[in-house]
């Protein structure tokens, strides 16, 4: 999941605004979506897609319907990134722990 | 939610295994160091008790585990004891999914309340996506991006 497509996906206002309309009322259908929305369905599944891509949303069929629902990790990801910068934890116990994890794990 | 549920979905991919991962989510030397110092008490048997321990002690939510399927999906009951305005929102449920992806795995984790408008997810032990950022980094290169739980 690259930080990239997180920022590409959060620099068009209009996929702003849906992410602002999930934050207001989680788990809404394409069609509450585009309510109040001058654009067509097609436009806004384009978006939802752009969002998705990033793991902005996460969709999920209930019944017949399918949901979308914010996902604030990635936001988080990011700010943890730079946060983590000034706050570096140095913890014996997790130098041991990357160690072993990393055997046998491809990291870049 | 027309239904009264509040629903949250959290989604992240981690590089690591199905097992490491269920393992960081299950075994309290691994969650003391992403989750704040918080252990989860439990046996991980279906219909056994579980508690969140943080600490000093204080224990602040608890439940049963519904479902238990390592290393692919765990589901809790979950009753909130601390904050009575988040208490009276009632019996959540928790689902934690692991599906292994292309060298990482996708957690998911579905979190719903039957209350409309719920605060509970957000406000527990600092927050769904703060934990799982701190999960991710922890496993990913070995260190938490925060130490501590940040105030608020």
Same mark, same amino acid.
């Given at each position: 999941?690259?930080?990239?497509?997180?920022?590409?996906?959060?620099?068009?206002?209009?996929?702003?605004?849906?992410?602002?309309?999930?934050?207001?009322?989680?788990?809404?259908?394409?069609?509450?979506?585009?309510?109040?929305?001058?654009?067509?369905?097609?436009?806004?599944?384009?978006?939802?897609?752009?969002?998705?891509?990033?793991?902005?949303?996460?969709?999920?069929?209930?019944?017949?319907?399918?949901?979308?629902?914010?996902?604030?990790?990635?936001?988080?990801?990011?700010?943890?990134?730079?946060?983590?910068?000034?706050?570096?934890?140095?913890?014996?116990?997790?130098?041991?722990?990357?160690?072993?994890?990393?055997?046998?794990?491809?990291?870049? | 939610?027309?239904?009264?549920?509040?629903?949250?979905?959290?989604?992240?991919?981690?590089?690591?295994?199905?097992?490491?991962?269920?393992?960081?989510?299950?075994?309290?030397?691994?969650?003391?160091?992403?989750?704040?110092?918080?252990?989860?008490?439990?046996?991980?048997?279906?219909?056994?008790?579980?508690?969140?321990?943080?600490?000093?002690?204080?224990?602040?939510?608890?439940? %049963?585990?519904?479902?238990?399927?390592? /290393? #692919?999906? +765990?589901?809790?009951?979950?009753?909130? !004891?601390?904050?009575?305005?988040?208490?009276?929102?009632?019996?959540?449920?928790?689902?934690?999914?692991?599906?292994?992806?292309?060298?990482?795995?996708?957690?998911?984790?579905?979190?719903?309340?039957?209350?409309?408008?719920?605060?509970?997810? %957000?406000?527990?032990?600092?927050?769904? /996506? #703060?934990? +799982?950022?701190?999960?991710?980094?922890? !496993?990913?290169?070995?260190?938490?991006?925060?130490?501590?739980?940040?105030?608020?």
């Amino acid at each position: 999941m690259s930080m990239d497509a997180v920022f590409r996906a959060l620099a068009d206002p209009v996929r702003r605004r849906l992410l602002d309309r999930l934050h207001a009322r989680n788990g809404q259908t394409l069609g509450e979506l585009c309510e109040g929305l001058d654009m067509t369905r097609q436009a806004v599944t384009k978006h939802l897609a752009v969002l998705e891509a990033a793991n902005l949303v996460v969709s999920q069929k209930r019944g017949r319907e399918k949901l979308h629902f914010i996902n604030p990790v990635p936001i988080n990801d990011i700010a943890g990134r730079w946060i983590g910068k000034f706050d570096a934890p140095r913890l014996a116990a997790l130098a041991e722990l990357k160690r072993k994890l990393e055997e046998g794990n491809g990291h870049d | 939610m027309t239904d009264g549920i509040s629903r949250f979905v959290y989604v992240t991919y981690i590089r690591t295994t199905p097992e490491e991962l269920w393992a960081a989510l299950t075994q309290p030397e691994f969650t003391k160091q992403y989750w704040f110092g918080v252990t989860l008490e439990t046996d991980w048997k279906a219909g056994s008790p579980w508690k969140m321990v943080l600490p000093d002690g204080l224990v602040t939510d608890e439940g %049963e585990v519904a479902e238990c399927d390592p /290393p #692919r999906r +765990l589901a809790l009951r979950w009753r909130h !004891l601390w904050r009575p305005e988040l208490a009276a929102e009632g019996e959540a449920f928790c689902v934690i999914e692991l599906e292994p992806l292309e060298g990482a795995v996708k957690l998911t984790i579905n979190h719903s309340i039957p209350h409309p408008g719920a605060k509970l997810i %957000e406000a527990v032990g600092g927050g769904w /996506p #703060r934990i +799982l950022s701190n999960l991710k980094s922890l !496993l990913e290169t070995g260190q938490v991006v925060l130490k501590s739980k940040p105030a608020g």
